[in-house]
């Protein structure tokens, strides 16, 4: 690349012309692709393309992990998590983290080796950044990634940190940012076989939306496929990366460099059985657009083997390798790695990582991103000289997630506050809450490894056991011993977690019932949650996790040593205040491959928040976590609740510079924090519209609002004005308010702009982010804001009808807000324009896809190359008939209907399928005809089948067409 490596090839005494710097980008990438042989090529559709020395090419491997702060590479500043950017509703802010990462991912590149395969290429500088997957369901295991549950407010951090990532050269990139993972991807459990059902409306309006402003922008330079399906097709065979990705990005005049995610190309085989064998499932990725497969790690061959198979079974053409290949040499160019004299970052070295700089900025994006939820006056506080309670498992500690560096160093919440305290002689004390047991060995008789332990308890029985004697996690080894020697817990496979289970099967969970000698009551048996197996005694006594079931574990008499929520309590009563740090492990419960079961505080977390408070009332919650909780209790009982990101190494400073007021709480809700008993849909339903997610559609007044956040300052909102009171549908209006800063501290605002329809046709959302700006005010200083909001961008709506964005005529709310439910000012403006004309079906093909409405359907591939057709719930060849589905068309014109026509498909020959099988048109109640679906052989294997109208109505109508038994419906024709 830019700077020698162990993997570059020597530089070939002869000059080409892809080496002039001079030339055109699309020259030399003609020129350099031209010199390699069909194998070569072939060799770079892997991760890890390999060196051609004999034109001095080095080794290229694809993706860093970026996401905030470089990951995995070892030691570098750690940001707040993508979630916390998110809550800080700042561009520029978000613009210079992203800066400082790829400045630090430079250095990895130049000046350390890879940490895997470092004969392989350097690090990469193409970032696997930002996520801008919209945190539609709060309890997605991945939560922690993505910005907001808004695509716009998502759409425009994830370009600032695009912008951040690539620097400001026009012609080199500092790093080359990824888009992940598109598309639609929110569920972890079984995320590799479910599929996202996005009706058009829900596609276009919400999913394509967080992604189209960078890569149209040119922001972005990649995408990553992501492993879920949609609509019943595979993401890494999606059309939509060519018909939208693509097309977005081609008046950029770059390519777009589309990457897969880690072993997905083989799972299109196994385990979504989408294709028969590798070799065509490759082709077909291929095909659709992706560029560079992540497959096998480190092994090529495997992946270059499947794809010269389906070269030489003519599935794909070297016109399609072609292609893939100049996509990663125009990436390559623009990275610098072939005019490392020109490259205006490749004098970055290795004091960047971790520098002053860097730490000051960590420091202030913690603080930013702070969320104030409710305060009724005991913050900010002004006596640094009082005695502070700090309490909770968090209250000590910092703990990375999956894509977090390697911390520097952690000031945790107690650190900052005594840092805080300290000169005025403050005094602090520290309590966990968590009690410290002894697990004494019934067969010996001796304690598990000769020491006590410190019970994390994350909620559903699972706990962490810290060795008393290093500080230290226990944790499962290969063979199954027990050994504390992990600092953190932080490992794809987790080996530090365990349930204590009653010896009777029920879990003992990890605040047991003592008596009076301080044993816990009944035996416990020790299992790892990782294996499912129990703790046994080997013939030498050695103990190890290898017992299938309960019969063979060893029982263990668990002995209270210390009461830790006792002691918690006991020091809150003791202080003046009380500041609990209470939340998740971004490791358990919650996190890539593992969805939430729910929002609820741990028990034993709950349990110690509300003791605490009986005790002090001054308390303040701080909730560290990666994602929403429901804390109806506290918001109800408590006088200060606060919540933050895992914020990085800076994070006790920053809380502590919030605490006391030297930082205002800037952030916002970047989501809806939802109520303890709100039943909220099935995390399986993409359709926010009908399924009510998300603060666009959902009903049900929320705890913390979407956007919500207080600030030491008090702000008054004046009248929205526009600049007309009528605007055409290709017109613009310019809007402006002026925002007052009346009370007596600075205070940091974020001026949230809504828009909603009055007159609606469609199921239109209740309000929807158009445009937000903070700003940071001193007592008494007003300022003057003004936005401009195109019509087409900002109150069009994707009408099934015509397959295009429209804006209705009609009348408009503008809402100037500080949050989604928080209005201060409205104003009304009116689109003047011809009204919609009833929805044409007469003789022409209409999407089943396209409908207004539905009940019971799941939408499905018509092929596996494009298209989608619709099918009862449920259904598979395997269903017997009787499921049902409706689809409702809105004001359809059925003047001069006679007949109609259904493509459809009906897979193998079910017993009575014939008969059970069947499409149903009504008009108003009207049955306008029946069609029956015969078995068609197969899912893919479309016949129509065409019925005479009976008495059909004339004018417009809602047309609904209900589906029975396992048919799938892909259009119909009314002629």
């Known amino acids: 690349m830019s700077s020698p490596s162990p993997s570059a090839a020597e530089t070939p005494a002869e000059r080409y012309p892809f080496h002039d710097s001079a030339l055109p980008l699309d020259k030399r990438v003609d020129d350099l692709l031209s010199r390699l042989s069909p194998a070569e090529r072939l060799s770079m559709l892997h991760q890890y393309a390999p060196a051609v020395p004999r034109l001095g090419i080095g080794a290229f491997r694809t993706g860093a992990e970026a996401l905030h702060g470089v990951s995995w590479l070892g030691v570098a500043t750690a940001f707040p998590q993508a979630v916390g950017l998110g809550a800080s509703w700042d561009e520029e802010l978000v613009r210079e983290v992203a800066e400082a990462t790829s400045t630090e991912l430079r250095a990895f590149h130049h000046h350390r080796p890879a940490a895997i395969a470092p004969d392989r290429g350097p690090n990469s500088l193409q970032a696997w950044a930002p996520v801008l997957n919209l945190l539609r369901d709060p309890r997605w295991g991945r939560n922690e990634e993505g910005y907001s549950e808004d695509p716009v407010h998502t759409a425009r951090l994830g370009e600032a940190f695009c912008r951040g990532l690539a620097g400001d050269d026009p012609t080199y990139l500092r790093a080359a940012p990824v888009l992940k993972h598109f598309l639609a991807y929110n569920n972890e459990d079984d995320r590799c076989t479910t599929s996202s059902g996005l009706r058009p409306r829900v596609l276009h309006e919400y999913d394509l939306a967080a992604f189209k402003p960078a890569i149209a922008s040119g922001a972005a330079t990649g995408v990553m496929a992501a492993y879920n399906l949609v609509n019943g097709r595979p993401c890494h065979v999606s059309p939509l990366l060519e018909t939208e990705l693509r097309r977005w990005a081609a008046p950029t005049g770059r390519e777009l460099f589309v990457v897969s995610d880690a072993e997905a190309p083989s799972n299109l085989v196994d385990p979504e059985h989408y294709f028969d064998d590798h070799a065509e499932s490759h082709a077909a990725a291929l095909k659709a657009g992706i560029d ?28 399609d390798i072609d292609l893939a290949v100049r996509r990663q040499f125009e990436l390559r160019f623009r990275m610098g790695e072939f005019d490392p ?269 509300k003791e605490v408070a009986a005790v002090r009332p001054d308390t303040a919650l701080i909730v560290m976590s990666s994602y929403p909780y429901a804390v109806d209790w506290a918001d109800e009982h408590l006088p200060a609740v606060l919540w933050t990101s895992h914020g990085g190494q800076e994070t006790g400073h920053a809380l502590a510079d919030v605490l006391f007021g030297d930082a205002d709480p800037a952030g916002r809700l970047p989501q809806t924090w939802y109520r303890g008993d709100d039943e909220l849909p099935h995390p399986l339903d993409y359709d926010i519209i009908q399924a009510g997610w998300t603060y666009q559609y959902h009903r049900a007044a929320p705890r913390y609002p979407f956007g919500h956040g207080l600030s030491y300052g008090a702000f008054r909102y004046g009248e929205l004005e526009v600049d007309s009171a009528t605007v055409g549908q290709d017109g613009s209006i310019r809007a402006a308010l002026t925002v007052s800063n009346t009370g007596t501290r600075p205070g940091t605002e974020v001026v949230q702009l809504y828009v909603r329809p009055l007159e609606a046709r469609y199921q239109a959302p209740r309000r929807k982010l158009a445009d ?48 989604a439910e928080d209005v201060r000012a409205t104003v009304q403006v009116t689109v003047e324009g011809p009204a919609p004309a009833p929805r044409t079906v007469l003789g022409r093909r209409t999407a089943a896809a396209d409908f207004d409405a539905h009940r019971g359907i799941a939408l499905v591939d018509a092929t596996r190359e494009t298209g989608d057709a619709v099918t009862p719930a449920g259904s598979d060849a395997g269903s017997e008939a009787g499921s049902e589905a409706e689809l409702l068309f809105s004001t359809v014109e059925l003047t001069g209907a006679r007949e109609v026509s259904a493509e459809v498909a009906l897979e193998g020959a079910l017993e009575g399928a014939a008969a059970g099988a069947e499409l149903e048109f009504t008009a108003d109640g009207q049955v306008l005809a029946t069609l029956t679906v015969p078995p068609t052989g197969g899912r893919y294997a479309w016949t129509t089948v065409t019925a005479t109208l009976s008495d059909p109505p004339r004018g417009v109508h809602d047309l609904r067409v209900t589906l029975r038994g396992p048919l799938r419906l892909a259009a119909f024709t009314v002629a």
């Open 772 to 819: 937000f700006r903070k700003i940071t005010l001193a007592p008494g200083q007003s300022r003057r804001l003004v936005f401009d909001l195109p019509a087409a961008a900002h109150l069009a709506h994707w009408d099934v009808a015509t397959g295009a964005f429209t804006v209705d005529p009609g009348r408009y709310q503008l809402l100037a807000a500080a949050s």
């Open 292 to 319: 560079s497969f992540t497959d096998h790690g480190e092994d090529s061959e495997t992946v270059i083997g499947r794809l010269r198979e389906a070269l030489e079974r003519g599935l794909i053409d070297q016109a």
């Open 341 to 609: 004299e020109l490259d205006p970052y490749a004098h970055i070295g290795t004091e960047v990582v971790d520098s002053a700089p860097h730490r000051a900025l960590a420091r202030r994006a913690a603080a930013a991103s702070t969320v104030l939820l409710k305060n009724t006056g005991l913050l900010p506080l002004t006596d640094p000289a009082k005695k502070i309670a700090v309490i909770g498992p968090h209250g000590d500690a910092l703990f990375e997630d999956w894509y977090s560096g390697t911390l520097p160093y952690a000031v945790t919440v107690a650190d900052g506050l005594r840092a805080r305290l300290a000169p005025a002689g403050g005094e602090l004390t520290v309590h966990e809450g968590i009690d410290r047991i002894l697990l004494r060995a019934a067969s010996t008789g001796e304690p598990l490894n000769g020491t006590a332990f410190d019970l994390g308890d994350w909620g559903l029985g699972v706990l962490t056991l810290r060795a008393a004697d290093n500080g230290r996690f226990l944790s499962v080894k290969e063979d199954g011993s027990l050994v504390a020697d992990q600092a953190v817990v932080k490992s794809w496979d987790v080996h530090e977690t365990f349930r204590l289970v009653d010896a009777t099967g029920a879990a003992a969970g990890g605040t047991g019932s003592a008596t009076e000698d301080g044993t816990d009551r009944g035996a416990v048996l020790l299992q790892s949650v990782l294996t499912g197996r129990y703790a046994a005694a080997d013939a030498d006594g050695t103990l190890r996790v290898t017992a299938e079931d309960a019969a063979g574990a060893e029982r263990f008499t668990r002995e209270l040593l210390r009461d830790g929520r006792a002691e918690a309590v006991a020091a809150a009563a003791a202080a003046d205040l009380a500041v609990v740090v209470l939340g998740n492990h971004p490791l358990i419960h919650g996190r890539e491959t593992e969805d939430r079961r729910g929002l609820a505080l741990p028990p034993a977390q709950e349990d110690l928040l």
